[in-house]
């Protein structure tokens, strides 16, 4: 039998799963990602792609998302660089209220679905993202 009133869906999930999977990009707030990174048995180098050092957590490295002068294809050049320099490193990007998001030539969420690695974005309230989702590890 067919139910007729609609199902309750909440318009963001969480995702459990013990850590970001490359391909399939995850958001947390700074603080989340924080906690969840220091919960892991072995803590990543991390690497925050935004438009200001200064924003970088401690012990974060940094990527510049834009550049005076520099066009996107620049931009992703650097970030294709950092890329083989860093093979083993995780991304996060920083998209909080405030900050303008990566200059890059295609859309960004195909920039950051084609790196082969996990990527964090970084949002200023994670339960309200709908186009990634929350990366909470089980308890």
């Not at 999930?13 to 603080?31: D, F, I, K, N």
């Not at 998302?65 to 995780?90: D, F, M, N, T």
Request: charged letters at 25%; one cysteine or more; a negative charge.
């Amino acid at each position: 039998m067919r139910r007729k009133e609609p199902l309750e869906v909440s318009t963001t999930w969480r995702y459990p799963l013990p850590m970001p999977m490359p391909g399939q990009p995850v958001c947390a707030t700074e603080t989340e990602a924080l906690e969840q990174i220091a919960r892991l048995p072995v803590e990543p180098k991390v690497f925050l792609w935004t438009e200001n050092e200064r924003t970088c957590p401690v012990n974060w490295g940094f990527i510049a998302s834009l550049r005076q002068g520099v066009p996107p294809s620049g931009i992703e050049a650097e970030l294709k660089a950092w890329e083989s320099q860093y093979p083993h490193a995780w991304l996060a990007v920083d998209l909080r209220d405030g900050m303008m998001p990566p200059s890059t030539v295609r859309p960004l969420e195909e920039v950051l679905s084609s790196l082969q690695r996990p990527v964090l974005v970084i949002v200023s309230r994670s339960p309200e993202q709908e186009e990634w989702p929350q990366w909470v590890l089980p308890e």
